[in-house]
Antibody
Framework: QVQLVQSGAEVKKPGASLKVSCTTS????????IHWMRQAPGQGLEWMGW????????NYARKFKGRVTMTRDASINTVYMDLSRLKSDDTAVYYC????????????WGQGTLVTVSS | QSVLTQPPSASGTPGQRVTISCSGS????????VNWYRHVPGTAPKLLMY???QRPSGVPDRFSGSKSGTSASLAINGLQSEDEADYFC??????????FGGGTKVTVL
């Protein structure tokens, strides 16, 4: 079965960088893009971008351009999301999700990674 | 603040029908297909509906989706206690970004 397993919770200081991993299984890693989203406390979901595990191509949401980097390591079926220059309002649960087969929106999601940014 | 508008809450008794709306504009819902997800906090969101009204394998036919103009809806027939969760809509907008509704918390009374 399709699974996306994310790295564990993190606490970061303002100005630091964050790296969240998402390890996939149960399907062909290079066949589907991986989306990244986040949900701040009490807020709706926010899309951050996608990475193409086959070619490494990326597309970032305008809001995060210049601060986010999405990469992949096909040898271990894992994608990464780096977010730099963290601020307190980056406190959120971060999710990865596989591109769907029915359309290109997410279908299977990871369990989420809680990131707390606090001094 | 989410671009797509959903009611913050909805409720019903077991067996009832509950409908959740997702309202947008001509540049998002008006021109793109909608997905719906169920999310129990602390777990991975689950895809319930794609391409407006298509159910993935394993999703009961109690769930149905529709779209008309700049609004989409998810209906849950025969409400069950296990349906208590947050439900949100999502789609690509015309600027090629994914946007989400704010989510609707469904309570089974």
């Amino acid at each position: 079965q399709v699974q996306l397993v994310q790295s564990g919770a993190e606490v970061k200081k303002p100005g630091a960088s964050l790296k969240v991993s998402c390890t996939t299984s149960g399907y062909t890693f290079t066949s589907y893009y991986i989306h990244w989203m986040r949900q701040a406390p009490g807020q709706g979901l926010e899309w951050m971008g996608w990475v193409d595990p086959k070619r490494g191509a990326t597309n970032y949401a305008r809001k995060f351009k210049g601060r986010v980097t999405m990469t992949r390591d096909a040898s271990i079926n894992t994608v990464y999301m780096d977010l730099s220059r963290l601020k307190s309002d980056d406190t959120a649960v971060y999710y990865c999700a596989k591109e769907g087969t029915g359309n290109t929106l997410p279908d299977y999601w990871g369990q989420g990674t809680l990131v707390t940014v606090s001094s | 603040q989410s671009v797509l508008t959903q009611p913050p809450s909805a409720s019903g008794t077991p067996g009832q029908r509950v409908t959740i709306s997702c309202s947008g504009s001509s540049s998002d819902i008006g021109s793109n297909a909608v997905n719906w997800y169920r999310h129990v906090p602390g777990t991975a969101p689950k895809l319930l509906m794609y391409q407006n009204n298509q159910r993935p394998s394993g999703v009961p036919d109690r769930f149905s989706g529709s779209k008309s103009g700049t609004s989409a809806s998810l209906a849950i027939n025969g409400l069950q206690s296990e349906d208590e969760a947050d439900y949100f809509c999502a789609l690509w907008d015309d600027s090629l970004e994914v946007i989400f509704g704010g989510g609707t918390k469904v309570t089974v009374l």
